[in-house]
């Protein structure tokens, strides 16, 4: 089984006041667990100033378990302008890079708003923090010894060359610049390997998120003079870098400074051969070490190794002559990373991470609402739509019998009659409205003759001598046809219904 690849930790900070150091391979046993994504995030390993890198565990049916590295992006960086392109970009390179001295990118996900690349796990530390932790020890200079920093090296400038060489899916270089090459970004295993982790700024052709203008990548002690004039890059600008890490593991020092203020810039410009020389020499540095570091610290990119696999041939070549045996430095390196790493101690608790968004209901992550069967859910929707009919049916019966016991009233007020109370049964006298002058009419309508309207006001005063004039009950009358109503017929009503 391959060697897992690194926990990639991601720090941007000049300072190391906020480095956490940690064992990526031991968890506290008290240490909570949740989820994210598919993974079930067992401890801390590390947090920079751009994302936070967790221990998580895969596991699925038949007893299948792996350890992966999760590093989620700090959530207030991924509300950034830009920022979602950039780290597409970013899973983009990394998932196109195979080669054992690069991080391999297993997969990018996102879930509740946070983003996470998955890398591959390694069991060891950062030179940054071997550094840090040999300090800490007491020791009066954090350096390898000439062959540990050649081999380191070496290692790295052969991922680095590997990341440089990426393609697209025709074939094509992608012309890919790390920009931030330190020793915060090469990690050192149990077994003597350097691998190059972190490829978050890496410039490369076609890429969706760009860097602001007029904006300094990456850290100033390690960049080329080009890249901290803020000019066009190329492979050759990570080779300078390369020959800063290199110098800083066999001295002891940044070449240019370690901080960034104005004096680490202008050495770093300047970038007096001289003076580093010097400065090896006193470092008792052999002669074959010191060629290299030059051959990459220089001020003008057309003077340096043209590509990283140059550097790496260099080295190699190198410790060849001077009889190095390189199985024997693998070891010492591999030993010098289990006693630090006893030293510095175990992956801290893991802290439940509150969900920043909602689940994307259409994403890979999307939440499966559990609920009642499908046939149960029809079932209720088809009874409620029977009692929506059911109450309709009866509102209509209501409005119907509502308007059969008042239709005889409608009737006789829309023909503007009042209907008369039969006195048949009635044991006293009948007492009938009276007529005015004009009510013979209705009498002669009684017995068949049509009447006549003496004025146009007057057919209610008819009716009501029709009514008096007659013992028996009303009888319907026809109502006239639109055309010889007038606007008097409409007198009496008070409102139209319809």
Same mark, same amino acid.
């Given at each position: ?259 960034? /203020?104005?004096?680490? %810039?202008?050495? #770093? @410009?300047?970038?007096?051969? =001289? *003076?580093? !020389? &010097?400065?090896?020499?006193? $470092? +008792?540095?052999?002669?074959?070490? /010191?060629?290299?570091? %030059?051959?990459? #610290? @220089?001020?003008?990119?057309? =003077? *340096?190794? !043209? &590509?990283?696999?140059?550097? $790496? +041939? ?185």
């Amino acid at each position: 089984m391959s060697n897992p690849v690194v926990s990639a930790r991601v720090d941007r900070a000049p300072s190391d006041a906020h480095i956490d150091i940690v064992d990526p391979m031991e968890v506290s046993s008290h240490g909570e667990t949740f989820m994210l994504g598919r993974y079930v995030v067992t401890g801390r390993i590390a947090s920079g100033g751009m994302a936070t890198v967790y221990k998580a565990r895969l596991e699925s049916e038949g007893g299948f378990a792996r350890a992966f590295a999760l590093k989620v992006i700090h959530p207030h960086l991924a509300e950034a302008e830009g920022f979602r392109e950039r780290f597409l970009d970013e899973a983009r390179v990394a998932s196109r890079v195979r080669h054992p001295n690069v991080v391999a990118t297993v997969d990018s996900d996102q879930d509740r708003g946070y983003h996470f690349l998955v890398l591959e796990l390694v069991d060891g530390l950062t030179l940054r923090q071997l550094q840090v932790a040999a300090a800490k020890r007491g020791a009066k200079s954090p350096r390898l010894t000439a062959s540990e920093a050649a081999r380191v090296v070496c290692d790295a400038a052969n991922g680095l060359h590997a990341v440089h060489g990426v393609a697209d899916e025709k074939g094509e270089s992608l012309n890919v610049v790390h920009r931030d090459l330190s020793p915060h970004n090469l990690m050192l295993d149990v077994t003597g390997r350097t691998v190059l982790i972190d490829l978050g700024l890496a410039k490369a052709r076609g890429q969706q998120g760009h860097t602001q203008t007029g904006v300094l990548c990456g850290k100033l002690p390690y960049m080329s003079p080009e890249q901290s004039r803020l000019e066009p890059l190329d492979a050759r600008s990570d080779v300078f870098s390369l020959g800063s890490v290199l110098f800083e593991l066999a001295v002891g020092e940044a070449p240019f400074g370690d901080d960034h /203020t104005p004096g680490t %810039l202008e050495k #770093l @410009r300047v970038c007096d051969a =001289d *003076r580093l !020389a &010097t400065r090896m020499v006193e $470092a +008792d540095l052999p002669s074959w070490l /010191t060629r290299v570091v %030059l051959g990459c #610290l @220089r001020a003008e990119a057309r =003077d *340096r190794y !043209a &590509t990283a696999q140059d550097v $790496a +041939d260099a080295l190699d070549e190198g410790m060849r002559r001077a009889g190095v045996v390189q199985s024997e430095v693998r070891s010492g390196l591999a030993d010098r990373v289990r006693n630090l790493r006893r030293y510095i101690g175990v992956v801290q608790p893991a802290v439940p991470l509150p969900p920043l968004i909602a689940a994307d209901p259409t994403g890979p992550q999307a939440v499966v609402k559990v609920g009642a069967p499908s046939w149960l859910r029809g079932l209720a929707m088809a009874a409620s739509g029977a009692a929506v009919v059911l109450v309709g049916l009866l509102a209509l019966n209501v409005i119907n019998g509502s308007r059969a016991q008042t239709q005889p009233g409608d009737e006789a007020s829309d023909a503007g009659l009042t209907p008369a109370t039969p006195a048949a049964d009635s044991k006293g006298p009948s007492v009938q409205p009276q007529a005015t002058s004009a009510d013979a009419g209705p009498t002669a309508e009684s017995a068949g003759a049509p009447a006549q309207d003496t004025t146009e006001a007057s057919p209610p005063a008819e009716d009501a001598g029709a009514e008096a004039g007659s013992d028996e009950p009303p009888t319907k009358r026809r109502r006239p046809s639109g055309k010889s109503r007038s606007k008097a017929d409409l007198s009496g009503f008070k409102s139209n219904p319809y």
